[in-house]
């Protein structure tokens, strides 16, 4: 007798089996996506961690969808060779998880978070293609195909996704390569005697082993407490390493520099219609707040300015809290 879809069974046992472990996989999935969205944002330390613990998550993530794929595989209803591509592109897509992964360790460079849309979206489309093929049995075998094909698709076409943002990242890297170059070769060419305010601009970079060399070649200067108040006056002096240059906290220094962090203040009081976000002020209040630190510490008091800074500062904090509940 010629079986009916009506006729054909389900097989029971395997989808109980995948939903367990859909279940299983979907719960470290949401563990997985919060690791990886929050990669980049701590110290060496931390960042070292979370990458650790995103890497052992991918690992046991990918484990259990392939073992979910196999699964389906070999018990669920569909075209074989879609069962078959199934078992090769899910654990590829790990490895493609693994490349997401580590562009989201750097998020403050293009491209961003957009990588964590591959993490985001396999999972659960892997998931559905196998409890899809696990109980499609009943279904016609055009249908299955075409639904089976589909998700499939769908998974391999966010996996492709990683070779634009790959590139994205590596344009940002040669164009930070080309400018450390020329960083270099500008260093290379400044003289032993060149007054203060060439090698200020060198205290721009996040290598720490090229601004210590800047600092060691700025304490060499005879005239930098000349040139360094000449700044101040003008008021182009970057005040965040008022206390890296090995100057005299005299009280003229201490003058001058109280006038510039006034100065520096003016401008970035917060303008009821003109909101912006504290982010935008961040490094100059870091920087003040760290030259007013030394200043006072050398016994030149700054009361007034800290008062302007910590006002400016709280009214840009207050625009991030939310609004506090009205009284019913």
Request: charged share 15%.
């Amino acid at each position: 007798m010629n079986s009916t879809p009506a006729a054909i069974k389900l097989p029971v046992g395997a989808i109980a089996a995948g939903i367990v472990l859909s279940i299983i996989t979907l719960l470290l999935w949401g563990l997985h996506l919060a690791t990886v969205a929050s990669l980049g944002r701590s110290d060496a330390a931390g960042n070292g961690l979370g990458q650790a613990y995103a890497a052992i998550q991918l690992i046991a993530l990918w484990s259990l969808l392939t073992v979910l794929t196999i699964l389906a595989g070999a018990k669920g209803n569909g075209p074989g060779a879609a069962r078959v591509a199934a078992i090769v592109i899910v654990p590829v897509s790990g490895l493609v998880a693994s490349a997401a992964a580590g562009l989201l360790a750097q998020p403050y460079i293009a491209p961003h978070l957009w990588p964590i849309v591959i993490p985001a979206l396999v999972p659960p489309l892997v998931v559905a293609w196998a409890l899809f093929t696990l109980s499609a049995a009943r279904l016609r075998a055009g249908i299955t195909g075409v639904v089976a094909g589909a998700l499939l698709a769908a998974i391999v076409a966010v996996c492709v996704s990683i070779w634009p943002l790959s590139q994205m990242r590596k344009a940002v890297e040669d164009q930070e390569a080309a400018r450390l170059q020329k960083y270099d070769a500008d260093f290379a060419r400044l003289p032993g005697n060149a007054p203060l305010w060439d090698w200020t601009p060198f205290l721009d970079t996040r290598d720490g082993t090229k601004r210590q060399k800047v600092f060691d070649s700025i304490r060499k200067l005879d005239r930098r407490q000349a040139e360094a108040e000449a700044m101040l006056d003008r008021g182009d002096f970057p005040v965040g390493y008022l206390g890296s240059f090995d100057l005299d906290p005299t009280p003229a220094l201490c003058t001058k520099a109280r006038g510039l962090l006034g100065k520096r203040v003016e401008p970035l009081v917060l303008v009821s219609d003109k909101p912006r976000p504290y982010s935008a002020i961040a490094d100059q209040v870091s920087d003040a707040v760290t030259a007013m630190r030394w200043l006072v510490g050398y016994g030149c008091s700054c009361d007034a300015e800290l008062r302007a800074w910590e006002t400016m500062a709280k009214a840009y904090a207050q625009l991030r809290r939310p609004p506090s509940g009205r009284a019913s």
